[in-house]
Each structure stands twice: as C-alpha cells, then as structure tokens.
C-alpha cells in the first residue's frame, strides 16, 4: 500500500477476527434488519484515530510494534443495541482484564505520543454487525470464543459502496518471540 505524505487517512486500531470468528459472527446477522457490516469489515475496534495526516502512519507502526505480548481469549456472548445510532452489535457480557489493559496501553501511547484519537468515556469493546439496524431480536447462540491476539492498524476508504477496511499494519500479540516487529 503506497501513503502519500500529504494525504489525510481515515485510521483506527483494532482486533482482527479470524475466518472462523467472522463466519460465527455473520450467522449472528442473518436475522438482523439493516445494512449488514461485510465480512471483511468484522472487528473490534480498540483505538479510533479519524482523519490523520499520512505522516501518523509511521508512528502507528511503532506503537503497534511496542505493545505488550499476550494471550486474550473472547467469549462473544451477547447481542446488543446502540439505538441513538442505530447499530446492533454483539460483544461480551463482562470486560476481560487483558482487553482493558490492551485499549488502556493502546491509548496511552497515543497520548504520550501526541496523537488525537476519540474516546467516549468507558470502554465499550464490541463487533459491529448491522448500521441503520433495528432493535435486535433476542438471539439465542453458542458463544463464540475468539482467541483475540490480531491487532492491525486499518485505513477505512470511503467509496460509493461504502467503507472498505485496509490493513495497513498488523501484528500477533501471541507470540513473545516476535518482539516488535510489526508487518506492513
């Protein structure tokens, strides 16, 4: 992916869900209403940067690099619903310790880095599933266990069809003897 210096990029940090999570998780959407999210948009987003300048690029990398190796396993065990924004979403019922740390030790380096990113308030870790959705049914299903470890820095491109997600870094948070080498 070539990064024009003087272009502004749509940027967030993320977990990546792996095939078997997405395919779990666009059986959650089939008996929703509203636009589903596409398969290859499935993710947990940890940090949401917005319009950056493309020189943040660079930066992202690093502390995408630096993060902490662990070892994060999900259970996607709810279904829930934003309705001032009208998004249905599936998530889990308590935090986990790990993830917290993760979005916590994300922002942290953002900030001390002095990059603006959006944080509104708690942190509410879901998957988004439908846009212009209406309020879910209430969804039986066997939860999904995630082993989240993928973190990927994405550039979100805005076309006619909508958004389409572009993985821009990406890193295992698994594997300790990886050290800080962030792929391109």
């Known amino acids: 992916m070539s990064i024009n210096p003087n272009d502004k990029l749509r940027l967030f940090f993320a977990l990546w869900p792996d095939d078997a999570v997405k395919t779990a998780l ?8 509203g636009r589903w999210i596409p398969y290859g948009n499935l993710h947990l ?22 993060l902490q190796p662990r070892d994060e396993t999900l259970v996607i065990d709810k279904v829930g ?22 979005e916590q030790e994300l922002h942290s380096a953002l900030s001390a880095r002095g990059i603006a990113y959006d944080r509104h308030g708690t942190f509410k870790p879901h998957i988004t599933l439908a846009r212009d959705a ?3 049914a209430d969804i039986v299903f066997d939860p999904i266990v995630w082993r989240a470890h993928h973190v990927v820095l994405v550039q979100s491109v805005t076309g ?3 958004s389409v997600y572009e993985v821009v870094a ?15």
């Open 26 to 33: 666009m059986q959650l959407q089939a008996p929703m209403q």
């Open 45 to 66: 987003t940890l940090a949401f940067l917005g319009m950056q300048p493309a020189s943040v690029v660079t930066t992202a990398k690093e502390i995408l690099a630096q």
């Open 81 to 102: 619903y934003f309705p001032r924004n009208r998004v249905a979403w599936a998530g889990t019922h308590q935090v986990p310790d790990g993830l917290a740390s993760l």
């Open 134 to 136: 209406s309020l879910p």
């Open 160 to 162: 006619s069809d909508g």
């Open 170 to 184: 990406s890193r295992s948070l698994h594997d300790p003897a990886q050290g800080g080498n962030a792929s391109s």
